[in-house]
């Protein structure tokens, strides 16, 4: 069998004009900015004994911490800043995706160039420097023409290590909103489509390298005064610039932008809303793989314009609600509190997906486990695995205080690997969803919540403020309010979490749509 044949290999291909584009405007902004910054600063430090350890250590440090989360923290602290800039001079900015990026990645650029430069700067033989005063050089002159020139070869090394590191890093950068190459890798790892995770590497890798290499015949050209050579590097650099972003550039605009979390759920609601609006001729785009804070913050600033969220997230995590109401009063309490942010609640698509224990059924009924009540007692010499959020979530609080709940170990990891490490005995409870089809296609079974510790979760639409009058957006969607049961969503995720062509989320949206296109 032709491995080149399976059609995920021209969908990821079709994705790679956006993808790519994205990731090098991103990576060429944040690396110029580095070297905007760090130059000067190296150029200023290099005869000042303490000002070049404190850059050079805050330089380390900032390289220590994970390239995920310094770009996640940069979302927050930008959130607030465009709300105080909103609220004192009248204007805001986006703190959504590109900006974060940039930041952050300009940020890790820093250590290798500082250092490099300070290094190259230093290693210039003390006699040339008398020379160059002796000639009545001043110090600009003998930096500019003397200087400079000598340590150029060595700067251009940090430039290049610089430059590898954001190419690489930014494919960190999809979480926060920015499009990258590591949409394929996170969209490939929430479906087990490994076809874009192989993809996502390759292309990330294969970029990167291009980019050393151009690099590498600069610095040659430097380091062997080939005036030929560096023109060569440049010019490849200038032309894979040009060859990527000008098709993004040129590529007209989505007039609707669609949130999606890091669920393979998401992914295929997401690829549904997608083609019903395509559908009634309206052009739309995803941005995916984003957490529950950073999604709802961008509905709220418009840099998204709707999603699918649930009910029990918005109320314990969006609004810090800790008490247990009946259904059909969450909806409407949401709906207000939402209004007064000037966010619509469009609907419910009509299934539930909630937080529950969940473990193999074997397991249960050897220990005749049929509750999280009847979990409690042997929780102590157990282990859990859940997903990225859910430890830190108000439904876990409120399940450890109304159960009491302490468990051996736990564990965190993607969700769809959590059933086959429940399956398989390497954790011993799950913290897994409703709708998911791998509850039954590895025989785990869900405990009862008796004290109704985890709120209810319907899947509900919800719209930015900018599309709150949108009539045209309304009805595009409407087909899909109340017409997704429970049974058919679990249908639809099992067939998302297979790994072969029918298994993409576009091609599972088709298949629901075709089940609920006739409701």
């Known amino acids: 069998m032709n491995l080149f044949a399976d059609p995920r290999w021209s969908e ?12 090098v405007r991103v990576s060429v902004t944040a690396l110029a900015l580095g070297l905007a910054v760090s130059l000067p600063l190296a150029i200023t430090a290099r005869n000042r004994p303490v000002m070049r350890g404190a850059l050079l250590g805050l330089a380390s440090i900032v390289q220590t911490v994970p390239g995920l989360a310094l770009l996640a923290l940069f979302y927050p602290l930008l959130l607030a800043l465009a709300a105080v800039s909103l609220s004192w001079f ?4 986006s703190a959504f995706g590109f900006l974060p990026a940039v930041l952050a990645l300009a940020l890790y ?4 160039v500082l250092r490099n430069t300070i290094t190259g700067l230093q290693g210039v033989d003390a006699a040339i420097l008398e020379a160059a005063q002796g000639v009545g050089m001043t110090p600009r002159q003998s930096l500019f023409t003397v200087e400079l020139p000598l340590a150029l070869p060595v700067m251009m090394a940090g430039i290049r290590t610089a430059a590898v590191w954001v190419i690489g890093t930014a494919t960190l950068s999809t979480p926060i909103g920015q499009t990258s190459l590591g949409n394929y890798i996170f969209a490939g790892l929430q479906t087990q489509n490994w076809v874009f995770v192989l993809f996502g590497c390759l292309s990330a890798a294969v970029l990167a390298l291009t980019v050393d290499q151009l690099l590498a015949l600069v610095e040659s050209g430097l380091r062997h005064r080939s005036r030929v050579r560096a023109v060569l590097g440049g010019a490849g650099i200038a032309m894979l610039v040009a060859a990527t972003l000008v098709p993004a550039m040129t590529r007209s605009q989505t007039s609707y932008v669609i949130g999606a979390k890091t669920f393979a759920e998401q992914y295929v609601l997401s690829a549904l809303m997608a083609q019903r609006l395509r559908a009634t001729d309206l052009s739309a785009s995803s941005r995916e793989g984003l957490g529950s804070n950073v999604i709802f913050g961008a509905l709220a600033a418009n840099d998204i314009d709707f999603y699918v969220d649930y009910s029990g997230t918005l109320w314990a995590n969006q609004f810090q609600r800790s008490d247990i109401r009946p259904r059909q009063e969450v909806l409407d309490e949401l709906k207000t509190m939402l209004a007064k942010q000037n966010i619509t609640l469009l609907g419910e698509l009509g299934f539930e997906n909630a937080y529950a224990l969940v473990m193999p059924r074997k397991r249960a009924e050897q220990l005749g486990i049929r509750s999280i009540t009847d979990l409690a007692p042997h929780a102590a010499g157990m282990s859990m695995a859940a997903d990225y959020e859910f430890f830190s979530r108000p439904e876990w609080a409120g399940l450890k205080k109304a159960y009491g709940l302490s468990f051996r170990a736990q564990r965190q990891m993607q969700p769809d690997f959590m059933y086959a490490a429940a399956a398989s005995g390497e954790v011993d409870v799950i913290a897994g969803y409703t709708s998911d089809g791998l509850i039954a296609k590895y025989d785990l079974v869900v405990l009862t919540d008796p004290r109704h510790a985890i709120p209810p979760y319907d899947a509900v639409v919800l719209l930015a403020p900018r599309r709150a009058g949108d009539a045209a957006l309304r009805a595009a969607l409407q087909p899909l309010l109340g017409k997704i049961d429970i049974a058919v969503m679990r249908e639809a995720n099992l067939r ?4 072969d062509a029918i298994s993409s989320p576009d091609a599972v949206a088709r298949w629901l749509w075709e089940k609920i296109g006739t409701k």
Do not use: R, V, W
């Open 12 to 23: 990821a291909l079709g994705h790679l004009p956006d993808y790519l584009g994205n990731h």
């Open 90 to 93: 009248g204007f805001g900015f």
């Open 109 to 112: 650029s820093m250590l290798p």
């Open 496 to 499: 998302a979490a297979g790994n």
